[in-house]
């Protein structure tokens, strides 16, 4: 799950062609955008300015993926946790996101990218969810990557969204408990629509999921790297992709499913006591 070595030997541009050549490419990537405070820290910056550094690491990661062709990246820009730090600091995070959204619209336009955002968008500061809103309403009719936004988001709460949108249909007859499935249950998340992350990849070397889509993250890929956010760059993000593609995804199958067995004959000598004691030389 930690990520592998670079090979600074390879150029960025020889490093995408090795991955879009290999195939495989994940259609949903989910980032965990961690360590701007660390890296303003070591600069002996304010914390913000770590957070303005990781606007320049978003654009190229978002321009990144463009050029992979993947579908859908998801940034967790905003927890529910995030809510604890300083409030100069939280104001001065919201405040930087409502001046980044107008800033980038033009060149989000350009590139066919359209923008949605997951969360408890409703305690969002008016002004930036004017910005949010507006910018989302701008973007629209795009058809390129979709930009997800998770957005004053925390995992276990969109679960218990979930599971109380599902309460009230069965209070209100409109559902049976016995219909409720995967299938139903994920229709209650916030986003329904997006598939869930193939790829999650996590910067400055903390080895967790910070309440980040629990649900959604069940069989994804996780890349750990030490890299801090804002030097978080394309060479970065074509490591992970490249380390991706050299995994099996099974999703709790054998072989993905190829393994067919041997006939009657093979599961009966497979299930045979005898014949796993000789091999696994257990004594009588």
Known sequence: MASGPDDSTVTVDELRERVLARGGLPRHVAVIMDGNGRWARRRRLPRVAGHRAGRHSVRRTLESCGRLGVEYLTLYTFSQENWKRPKAEVSALWTFLEEVLVSESAALAKQNVRLVATGELDVIPDRA??????????????????????????????????????????????????????????????????????????????????????????????????????????????????????????????NGGNDKGAGEEGRRSILDPTRWKKMLKVRP
């Open 129 to 254: 969810r004017k910005a949010l809103n507006g910018v989302i309403e701008a973007l629209s009719g795009n058809t390129g990557l979709t930009l997800n936004l998770a957005l004053a988001y925390g995992g276990r709460t969109e679960i218990l969204h979930a599971c109380r949108s599902l309460a009230r249909r069965v209070a209100d007859g409109e559902l049976k408990p016995d219909a409720i499935d995967e299938e139903a249950f994920r229709g209650e998340l916030y986003a329904p629509e997006i598939p869930d992350p193939d790829l999650v990849i996590r910067t400055s070397g903390e080895y967790r999921l910070s309440n980040f889509l629990i649900w959604q993250t069940a069989y994804s890929e996780i890349y750990f790297t030490p890299v801090l956010w804002p030097d978080f760059g394309e060479r970065e993000l074509l490591e992970a992709v490249n380390d991706y593609q050299g995994r099996e995804r099974r999703f709790g199958d054998v």
